[in-house]
């Protein structure tokens, strides 16, 4: 397979990062849901939250090689055509997908900067981005976890428009992402 897109087919580049990102958003929520099974001030609950504002931090970098790659690349065209609302529909989700994984970073490390809290990323700190904020920080915290859970509708949109592409409507839309498949 080609690292590169063709006409018909991802290139194993765009199958790698799409599958990457999906990896690291499986692991931000997870750990930002399953923290709540520890009492507050706890360790492993410190460490879910940690490892949380990591992998958002994470997403909110590879994003930007993730669209780089998108820009640079060819599309592979759906066999056989879709609907014109479809597409329509695929983009817009596509965008509010790549909004959500750079919004939700740049909101995270605005909160935790606004709380004066450090801002960890695999051993090192990273700078406030904007001073000591109590009441900023609790309004991001709000608009980040609402937008958050926004996140699980265009993701599971995302997600079932995969599966009834590849059930319903039998085309190759789903084929196109899957890595090991000709």
């Given at each position: 397979?080609?690292w590169k897109n ?13 599958w990457?990102m ?8 997870a750990?930002i ?6 009492p ?11 490892w949380?504002?990591m992998l958002?931090?994470?997403?909110g970098?590879l994003?930007w ?19 014109a609302w479809?597409?329509y529909l ?8 790549y909004l959500?994984?750079?919004g939700?970073?740049l909101a ?11 801002i960890p990323?695999?051993?090192w700190?990273l ?7 109590p ?5 991001i ?13 265009v993701?599971?949109?995302h997600?079932?428009?995969?599966l009834?592409h ?6 190759d ?9 000709k």
């Open positions: 397979m080609s063709t006409p018909r087919r991802y290139g194993s580049l765009a199958i790698g990062q799409h990457l999906f990896l690291l958003m499986v692991g931000l929520y750990c849901e399953l923290r709540v099974l520890y507050k001030g706890s360790d492993p609950r410190e460490a879910l939250k940690m949380h504002f958002g931090l994470s997403v970098l994003v090689l993730r669209l780089a790659v998108r820009l640079s690349n060819v599309k592979p065209a759906i066999e056989p055509a879709i609907a479809q597409k695929a983009a817009a989700v596509h965008w509010s997908l959500l994984m750079i939700m970073p995270g490390w605005f909160m935790l900067s606004a709380a004066g809290k450090p990323f695999f051993g700190e700078p406030a981005l904007i001073g000591k904020d009441e900023l920080a609790k309004t915290k709000e608009v980040h976890a609402t937008v958050g859970t926004v996140g699980y509708y993701i599971g949109l997600v079932l428009a995969a009834y590849h059930y319903l409507a039998k085309d839309a789903l084929v196109r992402m899957l890595p090991f498949i």
